[in-house]
Every structure is written in structure tokens, then in C-alpha cells.
């Protein structure tokens, strides 16, 4: 499995240059996901059902993409969920919806513009399964999506990255990450390397409500087979400071193990933590099957995410 491919700014770079003259015509991608819950003490109801254990739950995602010129190109990601037979998404989500939508043109070799609806390039961890080394996403992530009202952690505006060699930096006007009436957000994200395996971001977004404006700083660090992650976000309300640290070991024959543990501690005091172990098998070429285990202690973690053990089973099939 992969982290976060690239920065939102890279990407852009990338996508107006090479893909517009290796694949002028539609692209066409995605993935399945089907998760099956065994445990999951946080959803436990007093004198109740558990409404989640011993689940299925289902989701896919198709992606479009296509190049207009030599120097624009456009790229629409759809998500589809698992609903019931009347309608009514189990998720408690509409049944499809738009994650991205947007355009990068190239306005010279090292600046391109974007435009649209896109994944937030705030945060460590990517958006989709297939660039994830665990099943759940983690508390940092989860912020930042409770304070996206967009579907997912997405935002929608324009955005301008630039290569400056040593690094890309990425500023935005947004929406207000609400959606607040009359207000903006800004963002602006900065990448590095400054040697051979060791990624270095810096990110900052501002916001009318929630958590306010946020400061998310990440580190990755790649050594052969071994990856090591750190991540820690500040804001200005609701969170004080949530650190991840995580662990990825690929290891022969299509396996490989996470560790993951983080702390939240609260505006109005008292904290927060969750320890994940996960394993993954590549099954077959873009069939990946992971089992993950999780324990968070004082919870709730984050909004989203209560006090107890959770066991997942998860199935993750690409369309490439």
C-alpha cells in the first residue's frame, strides 16, 4: 500500500506536463473497497443491538481523467456507497457524490493552476484506500474532515503551485472550509526533501468556525523497505495539539505491517488515544487484504471515533 502520493501541488505539475502528451485521450480508474466489521466496542449501545459488528460495508470510487491541450488537463473523481433497498445510504451518505472535480493548467514549466473541487493538501494521510498502510483514517485526518463540510475531507476553490527546486509551495483561496456565508479560507502548504528519503511538509488553513485556523506539520522518512511517519496538528479551538506517529514494514512476498498511535488533547481539557496495528497481503496483482486492530483509551479520540477495541477485515481492489 502507498502513502500520500504527492503533494496537491506536485500533482498538478505533473498532470499538465507528462499526461498530456502520453494519454491524450479519457482515463479512466478507481477502486473498490469492502471493509467487514468483527469488534467494534465504540459503537456499543447500553441495553442494545450493536449496529455495526459482524457488517459489510461496501464503497467504490471511478476517475476520470482527460487532457484538453498540452497544458490543461481535467480530472473528476466520482464516490459511490453501499445503500439499502430503500434508497438510504447504510453510511448515513448520499449514495454518490462528487470527491474531485477540477482543472490544472500549466501556466509555465514550474507554476500550474488549479481550479475546482479537490482532496484538502492539508494532512499527512491520503484520501482513498489504495494510498493508505491502514484501514481507518487517523485522528488528524479526521479532523480536518469534520471541519471540511464537503463530501470527505475536500475542499473547493483554486489553488496555485509552484516548484522552486528546493520546494513546491501551494497557496489557496477556498471556500470557507464550512461553508460559512461571506467568508474564505486561505491555505497554504510548503514541500521539501531535503535529502535522499525524507519528505518534509508544512500546512496552513484558515476557518471562520470549528477548529479555526489549523497548522499541520508532517515528516516521512523511507529507508528500503521501512517507513517512518510523524504528524502533528495545532488549532485555534476545540483541538489543542494531535500528534501521529506511525510505522510501515514492507516485508517478502506481498506483505507488510503498521504501527500507528496517536494523542489528541482537548481545548477544554483532558485527552485522548488510539494504538493500530494493521497487516496487509497483495493477494493478487491490485488485490490488496488488510486486517486491522485498534484500542482507543479516554476516548472519545475525535469526534468520530469512540472509547474501545475495534477489528476490521478489509478488501481493496484497484482499477488500473
Known sequence: ???????????????????AQAAPDVSIDGFIDIIFTGIDETSDVPAATNPT????????????????????????????????????????????????????????DEVTLLGGVFNNPVG???????????????????IL??????????????AVAANMGAFTVTGAVLNDLGQANEENSLA??????????????????????????????????????LTLAAEILLADAVIDDSTMLLANYALDGGFGVTARYEMVNFAA????????????????????????????DAGPVVATTGEGTVFTLEFVAMIK
Open 1 to 19: 500500500m502507498k502513502t500520500k502520493l504527492l503533494a496537491l501541488a506536485a500533482s498538478g505539475i505533473l498532470a499538465t506536463s507528462s499526461f
Open 145 to 158: 474532515d469534520g471541519a471540511t463540510t464537503l463530501h470527505g475531507n475536500n475542499i473547493a476553490g483554486v
Open 53 to 108: 459488528e459482524g457488517k459489510f460495508l461496501a464503497d467504490a470510487e471511478i476517475d476520470f481523467s482527460a487532457a484538453l491541450s498540452d497544458k490543461v488537463t481535467v480530472r473528476v473523481d466520482l464516490d459511490f456507497q453501499l445503500v439499502t433497498n430503500g434508497g438510504a445510504n447504510v453510511a448515513g451518505e448520499d449514495s454518490g457524490e462528487i470527491e474531485q472535480a477540477y482543472f490544472a493548467a500549466a501556466l509555465s
Open 269 to 296: 481539557g483532558g485527552d485522548g488515544n488510539r494504538f493500530t496495528v494493521a497487516g496487509s497481503y497483495e493477494a493478487a496483482k491490485n488485490l490488496f487484504v488488510l486486517a486491522e486492530l485498534s484500542d482507543a
Open 124 to 142: 499527512w494521510e491520503a484520501h482513498d484506500a489504495p494510498d493508505m498502510y491502514q484501514t481507518s483514517h487517523n485522528a488528524n485526518w479526521l
Open 188 to 225: 497554504l502548504v510548503l514541500n521539501a526533501s531535503p535529502v535522499k528519503g525524507l519528505d518534509l511538509e508544512f500546512g496552513y488553513v484558515t476557518q471562520d468556525t470549528g477548529a479555526g485556523d489549523v497548522i499541520d506539520l508532517n515528516a516521512t522518512y523511507s529507508m528500503g523497505a
